[in-house]
C-alpha cells in the first residue's frame, strides 16, 4: 500500500505542464513559521444575544468567544438544555443543525459536546460547548428540539455518552449488542467486536 | 364481550427492506399496520456504516478527500465541495475565482444529476417507468461532462482543498453550454409526463404532509423545508463559492405534501441551468488552485461549514490539533437528519404510500450510514 499512495501522489501525467507548478505556487521561499501556540486563537464574542445571556444565565456560561468569525459559547453541562430552549423562545434559534462529541482522552473533563444551532430570522449559526468526563448523563435536548433524538442517539453509539431522559437511548447504526464505542480515540482503527462477528457472521474477524 | 371476528384484525408488523428495491438502498422499515392504516414506524439503518468519521482521523487531510465522495455517492462534487470548503476555512484560504466558477458549474451539474436520478427512481416507485429512461438519458450527457474533466463518473474527486486539480478541458464550455440548452425543454417533457398525470396526483397530492413548523423541529431541510413554505437555501442564505454572483431563485410551495417536493425539484433544476449558464459564460482567467503548500496544516481550531448539497444542509465540523490530520471530522448529512421525520409523515398513511414517502425524502443510504 505504502507504495501506491507514493505513486499516486507524483503529477498526474497527461496534463498540461504548465499547470501545476503555477498553481503549487512556484518556488516560493520559506521563511521559518513562527511556533504556532497549541491553543485555539479565539477571540471575544461580544453582541446583544451574548450581554441577554449572560444576564439570565450568569455564571453558568463560562465563556463567549469567536473563531474564524464562528460564534461559541462554552457552558456548563447542566445548563446546555435551558440554554438551547432561551435560544429557541426568545432568540429565534428555531433549528438544531447538529449534536455531535469530541473525544479528548487525556482531559479529566473527557468529551467536549458540541450542539450548532441556526435561527432563521437572523441568519445566525452559533455553537454551544460544554465539557463532560467519562460516565456523565447529560440531559436530552429533545424536549427542546425533536431532531435531537437521532442525533444524540449517534452520539452514544459513537462515544459512549448516554443521554438522561431520552426516548429511545439505543445504538443507531452499530448493532444493538456491540461491545466499544468506535470514535473514542482509545478504540484503534483496525478494531472491531469480533465476538460480534463470530457470533453474527459466522467468521473469525471482519479484518 | 362478542366473540372476535376476522374483521378485528390484530396489528400487524410488517418488515420493510433491507432488500427491497423501493427503499433506495439497504434501509430496513418496520411498519405497525392496522389493516392499510400505518400507525407508526421504526428505521434500523447502519447496514452502510463504514466508519468515514473514524477513517477521516486516520488520514491526512488531503487523504480524506476521496472518501466523502462515497457518502452521497449521486452528488460526489457536492460533498467534496463542502468538505474542501470546511478544511479552506480551517486555512483561512479562499479557492481562486477560476476555481470557484468551475465549482459552480460542476456543483450545479451534480445537483441535476441528483435531482435526475430521484425523479426516475421515484416515479418509478410510483408505478411510472417511462420518466426512469428519460432521466438516464440525461444524466449520461452530466457523467460524460464529469468524466472528460477528471475521468471519473460517479465518485468524482473533482475539487482540491484550495482550489482544483485539473483545468477546464478542451470544449468543456462548449459541452456545458449546449447541454444547458438541451437539458430545459427535456425538463418540460418530464412535466408533460407527470405533473397533470391525474394518476401521479392521485398518489402525491396531500400524502406525506409536513409543516414548516414540523421541519424546523425535526431539523430537516433542502427541497423539504421549501415546500413547506420556507424560503431558506443556504446558496442564498449564507453565500459560498461565489454564489452570490449569480441570479436565481428560490422556488417554494406552500402545502409541503409529496407532490410540492415534486415541483420544488423540477424548479431547481430549472434554476441550476440558470446559474451554470450564467457562471459557464464568464469563467474569469486566473490560477485554479490557492497556495495551500503540499503539506496540509492547519492550524489549532476547529470550524462548521455546511453548503446547500440537493438533499439538504451539508456540513463538516472539523477539529484541527495543528497536525497533518484531523482531529475530528463530523458529517452532518441531510439524509440522515431528514430520514428522521420519516414516522411523522407516515403516521395515519396508508401503506401503499410508504414508498411515496420514502422516495420523496430523497435519502441516499451512504450518507445515512457513513
Redesign the interface.
Known amino acids: 500500500m505504502p507504495e501506491e499512495n507514493k505513486a499516486d501522489s507524483s503529477p ?1 501525467p497527461g ?2 505542464a504548465a ?1 501545476p507548478p ?4 512556484g518556488g ?1 521561499k520559506k521563511p521559518p513559521p513562527p511556533k ?6 479565539t477571540s471575544p464574542w461580544e453582541s446583544e444575544l451574548t450581554a441577554q445571556l449572560g444576564r439570565v444565565f450568569g455564571e453558568q456560561i463560562l465563556e463567549f468567544a469567536s ?2 468569525g ?1 460564534n461559541f459559547l462554552v457552558a456548563r453541562p447542566e445548563a446546555v438544555v435551558p440554554i438551547l430552549k432561551y435560544l429557541r423562545d426568545e432568540a429565534g434559534f ?5 449534536v ?1 462529541a ?2 479528548y482522552p487525556e482531559r479529566e473533563e473527557r468529551f467536549d459536546l ?1 450542539y ?1 444551532v441556526y435561527s ?1 430570522g437572523r ?1 445566525e ?1 452559533i ?1 454551544i460547548k460544554t465539557r463532560i468526563r467519562d460516565g456523565y448523563e447529560p440531559e436530552t435536548a429533545t424536549v427542546v ?3 435531537a ?3 444524540e442517539r ?1 452520539v452514544y453509539d ?1 462515544f459512549g455518552i448516554r443521554f438522561a431522559h431520552h426516548p429511545d437511548m439505543r ?5 444493538d449488542d456491540w461491545q466499544g464505542h ?2 473514542r480515540k482509545d ?1 484503534g ?1 483496525l478494531e472491531m467486536d469480533n465476538r460480534w462477528v463470530k457470533d453474527n457472521l459466522g467468521i473469525e474477524s471482519g479484518q | 364481550m362478542p366473540e372476535a371476528t376476522f374483521l378485528d384484525a390484530n396489528e400487524l408488523v410488517l418488515n420493510m427492506g433491507p432488500q427491497h428495491p423501493s427503499t433506495h438502498g439497504v434501509l430496513r422499515v418496520i411498519l405497525k399496520l392496522d389493516g392499510e392504516k400505518i400507525l407508526g414506524t421504526e428505521c434500523v ?2 447496514y452502510l ?1 463504514r ?1 468515514v ?3 477521516g ?2 488520514r491526512t487531510y488531503a487523504m480524506f478527500a476521496p472518501y466523502v465522495d462515497r457518502m452521497d455517492y449521486v452528488a460526489a462534487v457536492s460533498n467534496g465541495l463542502g468538505y474542501c470548503l470546511a478544511v479552506e ?2 486555512l ?1 484560504v479562499e479557492a481562486p475565482p477560476r476555481a470557484q466558477a468551475v465549482r459552480v458549474i460542476l456543483t450545479e451539474l451534480n445537483r441535476i444529476a441528483s435531482h435526475l436520478l430521484w425523479l426516475g427512481t421515484h416515479a418509478l416507485d410510483i408505478g411510472a417507468i417511462t420518466p426512469l429512461f428519460y432521466v438516464m438519458r440525461e444524466r449520461e450527457e452530466i457523467l460524460n461532462i464529469f468524466e472528460a474533466y477528471c475521468g471519473a463518473r460517479l465518485t468524482t474527486h473533482a475539487f482540491r482543498i484550495g ?1 482544483l ?3 477546464v478541458y478542451e470544449g468543456m464550455e462548449r459541452q456545458v453550454k449546449a447541454f444547458c440548452k438541451m437539458f430545459l425543454p427535456r425538463v418540460d417533457e418530464y412535466e408533460e409526463l407527470l405533473t397533470e398525470n391525474r394518476i401521479w396526483k392521485d398518489r402525491l397530492v396531500g400524502v406525506g404532509v409536513l409543516t414548516a413548523e414540523q421541519c ?5 431541510t433542502g427541497p423539504l423545508l421549501r415546500a413547506a413554505g ?1 424560503k ?1 437555501d443556504l446558496r442564498k ?2 453565500p459560498y463559492s461565489g454564489y452570490e454572483k449569480y441570479d436565481f431563485e428560490i422556488p417554494t410551495r406552500s402545502n409541503g405534501d409529496t407532490y410540492d417536493r415534486y415541483i420544488v425539484r423540477i424548479q431547481e433544476m430549472r434554476q441550476s441551468v440558470r446559474i451554470i449558464e450564467q457562471a459557464v459564460e464568464g469563467i474569469p482567467e486566473g ?3 490557492a ?1 495551500v ?2 503539506v496540509i496544516k492547519p ?6 461549514v ?1 453548503i446547500e448539497a440537493p438533499k439538504g ?1 451539508l ?1 463538516y ?1 472539523i ?1 484541527s ?2 497536525s497533518t490530520q484531523p ?2 471530522v ?1 458529517v ?1 448529512p441531510p439524509s ?2 431528514n430520514l ?1 421525520a420519516l414516522d411523522t409523515m407516515a403516521r395515519g398513511g396508508l401503506v401503499a404510500d410508504i414508498v411515496a414517502i420514502i422516495g420523496t425524502i430523497d435519502i441516499v443510504l451512504g450518507e445515512v ?2
Not at chain 1, 22 to 25: E, F, P, R
Not at chain 2, 299 to 304: C, D, I, M
Open positions: 498526474p496534463k498540461p499547470t503555477k498553481a503549487a505556487g516560493e504556532k501556540p497549541a491553543v485555539m486563537e473563531y474564524l464562528q428555531d433549528y438544531l443543525v447538529d455531535t469530541v473525544d458540541i450548532i432563521f441568519n449559526r455553537r428540539h425533536p431532531t433524538n437521532w442525533l449517534e459513537m445504538r443507531i447504526l452499530l448493532p468506535p470514535l478504540y482503527i | 439503518i447502519g456504516h466508519g468519521e473514524k477513517i482521523e486516520n476555512k480551517l483561512n482550489g486539480q485539473y483545468e424546523k423541529q425535526f431539523g430537516v420556507v431558506w442564505a449564507q490560477p485554479i488552485l497556495k503548500g503540499k492550524p489549532v481550531g476547529e470550524a462548521y455546511s444542509e456540513g465540523f477539529v490539533d495543528g482531529y475530528r463530523r452532518r440522515f437528519v428522521q450510514d457513513r
